[in-house]
C-alpha cells in the first residue's frame, strides 16, 4: 500500500538515509535515528505548533467567504497529535485535561517524541529484529508541536463509554456474519480477504481524519451550497451537502458513509449515517450509528475538530474527541497512487503462498 507517493518520498529522503545509515556503522540505530531527526528538525522551516487551547481566544474574529459563510478553507495536517492516545491514560487516573499546564504538556509531549524514537523499527540493523520503513517516512519528529495529553473531552474522565447489555453479543454476530462468506479461508487466501484499508479503497470515518505513520495532509474546499474534504491518505474526498436534503435511503452506504452539513454560528455541523458494516467505527452498530463532526476556526492557523460518536446499542453515552488541524501550506496534499503501486497486497498475497509452500515442505520432511 504504499503507492507513488511513498515513491516521491523516497526520492526525497534519500539524503537522510544515507546519513543515517552511515552514522549506524558507528552508533545504535536508535542513536542514528535521534541524529536524523535533529538533522531534519534543524533543516525545517515550519516550527512545531504550540499547544492548541480548546477554546477560540475572545478576541479572535474567524474570516468569511465572499457569500458570507465562515471560512475554513485551507491545507491542514494533523501530524502534530501522532502520538497523542485517544483515552485518558492510566498515569492521569483522576486528572482532567484543564488540570494539565502548558510546562507539563510539554514534558509529556517530549517523552512521546522519545519512546517513539526508541520504538522505531529498522530495514535492518535492530538489534530486536524489527523491520519497518526508514525512519524518513514517518511523520512521528514533530509531535512536540502537539495540544493535549489525550483526545476524548466527553465523559470528562477522558474515557470511553462502557458498552450497553448485549453489545459484546450483537458485536460477535456481526463479525461471524462477515466471516461466513469467506469461511474456510485464511486471512490472506484472496484480497478481499484483506482490509478495505489495505486494498487501498478506503479507510472510512473517521479513520481518513486520523492521524498515522505518513500522508497526514488535508484540503478542506468551501463553495456556496457544500464543503469537501481531500484526505491524502488513500486519497479519498468528501462532498458534504449543506442545503438541508435528507440523507439517503437506508439501502445506500458510501464508504465515509452519507454527510449532511449546516452552520451554526461559526462552526461546521456535520452528522453522517448509513455506514457500511465493514467500515463501521470501532464495531459500532451501522444501522444506528450516527458521527457528529464540529469544525470551528479558532485561530489564522487554526481549526478544531471535533467527533461525537452517538450509538445507543453500542454504547451507554454518546461520547467525544477532538484534535486541531493546522493549516500548513508547506504540506500540500500529494497524489496517494495507492492503487497503481499497491505492492503490499501482492506482496501479502504471495507470502501467504511461500509460508504454505514451505509448511508443505516442513510436512514432507517429516
Not at 506482496?347 to 508443505?360: D, F, M, P, Q, T
Request: charged share 25%; glycine share 8%; hydrophobic share 35%.
Amino acid at each position: 500500500m504504499i503507492g507513488n507517493y511513498c515513491c516521491l518520498v523516497i526520492v526525497l529522503g534519500v539524503a537522510s538515509l544515507v546519513t543515517a545509515e552511515v552514522a549506524a556503522q558507528t552508533t545504535s540505530p536508535v542513536e542514528a535515528a535521534r541524529a536524523a531527526a535533529e538533522e531534519a528538525k534543524g533543516k525545517s522551516t515550519v516550527k512545531p505548533a504550540a499547544p492548541a487551547r480548546l477554546t477560540p481566544a475572545s478576541d479572535w474574529t474567524p474570516p468569511r467567504t465572499s457569500w458570507g459563510d465562515p471560512d475554513i478553507q485551507g491545507i491542514f495536517t494533523n501530524k502534530y497529535e501522532a502520538s497523542t492516545p485517544l483515552e485518558r491514560p492510566n498515569a492521569f487516573e483522576g486528572r482532567k485535561l484543564d488540570d494539565i499546564e502548558d510546562v507539563e504538556l510539554r514534558e509529556i509531549l517530549a517523552e512521546r517524541q522519545k519512546q517513539a524514537i526508541d520504538r522505531l523499527p529498522f530495514l535492518s540493523g535492530d538489534p530486536e529484529g524489527r523491520i519497518g520503513p526508514p525512519h524518513h517516512w514517518r511523520e512521528m519528529f514533530d509531535i512536540t508541536g502537539g495540544s493535549r495529553p489525550w483526545l476524548v473531552i466527553d465523559p470528562p474522565d477522558g474515557r470511553i463509554p462502557p458498552l450497553v447489555d448485549g453489545a459484546e453479543q450483537s458485536i460477535a454476530a456481526r463479525q461471524a456474519a462477515r466471516g461466513a462468506s469467506r469461511r474456510g479461508r485464511g486471512p490472506a487466501d484472496s484480497y478481499e480477504d484483506r482490509s478495505l484499508y489495505d486494498r487501498c479503497i478506503s479507510r472510512g470515518l473517521p479513520g481518513s481524519m486520523m492521524p498515522t505513520i505518513y500522508g497526514n495532509s488535508y484540503q478542506i474546499i468551501q463553495t456556496a451550497g457544500y464543503v469537501v474534504i481531500n484526505y491524502e491518505m488513500v486519497h479519498e474526498t468528501r462532498i458534504i451537502p449543506l442545503d438541508g436534503r435528507p440523507h439517503l435511503g437506508a439501502t445506500i452506504r458510501p464508504h465515509m458513509g452519507d454527510a449532511r452539513g449546516r452552520w451554526e454560528g461559526n462552526t461546521l455541523v456535520v452528522e453522517t449515517t448509513n455506514f457500511r458494516d465493514d467500515l463501521v467505527y470501532r464495531n459500532a452498530n451501522p444501522e444506528t450509528l450516527k458521527i457528529v463532526e464540529r469544525f470551528t476556526r479558532t485561530s489564522p492557523d487554526r481549526v478544531e475538530w471535533s467527533l461525537t460518536v452517538e450509538d445507543q446499542t453500542t454504547w451507554t453515552r454518546p461520547w467525544t474527541f477532538s484534535m486541531p488541524l493546522t493549516i500548513d501550506n508547506n504540506e500540500p496534499v500529494f497524489e496517494y497512487g495507492c492503487h497503481e503501486g499497491n505492492y503490499a497486497l501482492a506482496n501479502i498475497l504471495s507470502a501467504a503462498r511461500a509460508e504454505e509452500e514451505k509448511g508443505g515442505e516442513d510436512a514432507a520432511k517429516k
